[in-house]
């Protein structure tokens, strides 16, 4: 652990060295989410509303995601560039050291400039949380924290899972965009809203829904049954994390240098 | 002429050897196609309000938005100029006895046009299989067709005219790639990337369809679907000349002053 504060001070002061284009990235970051946020309000402007959705629970719903999403990618995006560190090698290097190859990854990069988006989301979510037509009771509270932690999760897993496919693929993971991006922009919506089976899958197979309608269901006062199983819901998507790890491990031993 | 004419013809060669990177492309342009229209769908069979498009007007827009992607997207950046801005080899463009500006449009375009040779006909074939309402739909007619053909082509041309803006602007200051990203995410709404123009209020219509982002693709795909008939398309093929002609012309003005007082990275 404190190796792992150690390399993430060094990361930080390296992006530091350029200091104007650092602000400036953050800044291109900052308004990431206010295009989404305008779409949200004029499809809801136009038609009434999404999926029996209101605004602030749309806008709840995707603020908390990208908050989720912009802390998974400062910390973990080391898994998702991995491919970069096969390439060349570089990971030859980590594994001689006396280390865990996770930390070490996981210390490879640091995208401090993500705090853009993180600012920006984090506006429209409280902004969304003051909207809600809710009593914020300390269940929900900690229920909306949960949520916000499976996002981080989920997503950070899925970057494993990226990572895990290039001691494989060896060469870029273009295909896994589907599986970072897709899951990111389907997950923009309460899932419920594309009335649609393939929602399943991101319940089972990618417990995104654990960090996005189900927690949901349950802060907005929609679940009306079984209301316990959607606070807990967040509790899958934090499990998630454990599969990719396994599956990282079982790569690690199936990893053959490049040689270059 | 020449000179640029087999340059862009050997990129586009050589971008069309990119075909890897093509597939896994489309595969995500078929989520996200495939995304939206649920959602659209969603969004339509719940609505009772009234609707600005036809749902299967919407599906053919959102599929031809995807199928044309690499023709429309604004926010692109070629990061091979990127690099030779960034390591100094630029300098050997620099010395090369052609104009920059129409060697680096040629390439902008070369790598648009292969890039959507290489991707648009699956994705066509695919989105045309689907059944009615949630595929691609026939155009309007004949001539909206042809007009749609072209207007999208002359949109290309827009688009990289703006794509090199962007590229030159990295020659100014190399902290751009910030402001790029904010121009991007923008110019991505203001084009009705992330939702079409015509489900917009009327009023913000107004104000984007004076800039020229919609001109890329919402225009084009509008004329296929019959959302603007043929007789009324004049005038924006007209504002596409307009624009185009403004951007290349702010380009190269912004390059040759660029030029006189260009200072090399590293070397």
Redesign the interface.
Same mark, same amino acid.
């Given at each position: 652990m404190k190796l792992y504060f150690k390399y993430m001070k060094i990361l930080m002061r390296s992006q530091m060295q350029y200091r104007s284009s650092f602000l400036m990235v953050a800044l291109g970051q900052l308004i990431y989410p206010f295009p989404l946020y305008a779409g949200v309000v004029l499809l809801v402007g136009r038609f009434g509303e999404i999926g029996g959705w209101t605004v602030p629970e749309l806008t709840f719903c995707f603020g908390s995601l990208l908050i989720s999403y912009s802390i998974a990618e400062a910390f973990a995006r080391g898994f998702d560039l991995f491919s970069h560190m096969v390439r060349t090698g570089g990971f030859d290097r980590v594994l001689v050291r006396p280390r865990s190859t996770i930390l070490q990854v996981l210390g490879s990069r640091f995208e401090l400039n993500r705090a853009g988006k993180l600012a920006g989301s984090l506006g429209l979510y409280i902004w969304a949380a003051a909207n809600l037509d809710i009593l914020w009771s300390i269940d929900k509270v900690a229920v909306a924290f949960f949520m916000a932690a499976a996002g981080v999760f989920v997503f950070s897993g899925i970057f494993v899972l990226a990572g895990v496919w290039s001691f494989w693929t060896i060469s870029g993971n273009e295909l896994l965009n589907i599986l970072t991006d897709g899951t990111r922009e389907m997950a923009r919506f309460p899932l419920d809203v594309y009335k649609s089976k393939i929602i399943l899958l991101f319940v089972f197979v990618v417990p995104i829904a654990s960090a996005n309608f189900l927690p949901l269901l349950y802060i907005t006062g929609k679940a009306l049954e079984n209301r316990l199983l959607y606070a807990f819901s967040p509790l899958l998507g934090l499990l998630f994390i454990f599969p990719c790890l396994l599956l990282w491990k079982t790569g690690v031993r199936h990893y053959k240098s490049t040689g270059s | 002429m020449k000179a640029y004419l087999s340059f862009f013809r050997i990129r586009f060669l050589n971008n069309l050897q990119y075909k890897?990177?093509a /597939?896994?492309?489309m595969?995500?342009q078929f989520? /996200?196609g495939g =995304?939206y229209i %649920?959602?659209y769908s969603?969004?339509y !069979?719940?609505?009772? !309000?009234p609707k #600005?498009m036809e749902l299967d007007q919407l599906t053919t827009y959102v599929w031809l938005q995807q199928a044309f992607l690499a023709l429309i997207m604004l926010w692109y950046r070629d990061s091979g100029l990127f690099d030779l801005i960034l390591s100094g080899d630029v300098a050997y463009e620099l010395v090369r006895p052609v104009n920059l500006y129409p060697m680096w449009y040629a390439r902008l375009l070369s790598q648009r046009l292969a890039g959507v040779l290489l991707r648009f006909a699956p994705i066509i074939i695919v989105s045309i299989l689907l059944p009615f309402p949630y595929g691609l739909s026939a155009p309007a007619s004949l001539p909206s067709f042809m007009l749609f053909l072209g207007t999208l082509l002359n949109g290309t041309l827009l688009t990289v005219a703006y794509s090199m803006l962007i590229s030159i602007s990295m020659f100014r200051t %190399? !902290?751009? $790639?910030? !402001?790029?990203? %904010?121009f991007g *995410?923008?110019s991505?709404?203001l084009a009705g990337m $992330? *939702?079409p123009l015509p489900? =917009? #209020?009327e009023s %913000?219509q107004k104000i984007l369809m004076v800039l020229p982002f919609w001109l890329t693709g919402d225009f084009p795909f509008r004329i296929y679907t019959g959302h603007i008939p043929v007789q009324e398309a004049l005038g924006g093929i007209m504002l596409q000349f307009l624009w185009t002609a403004v951007l290349i012309t702010a380009g190269v003005l912004w390059l040759r002053s660029i030029k006189k007082k260009i200072v090399l990275q590293g070397g």
């Open positions: - | 890897v990177a /597939w896994a492309g595969a995500t989520v /996200w =995304m %649920l959602l969603a969004i !069979s719940f609505s009772s !309000s #600005p %190399l !902290s751009a $790639v910030g !402001s790029l990203t %904010l *995410i923008l991505e709404f $992330v *939702i489900l =917009m #209020p %913000l």
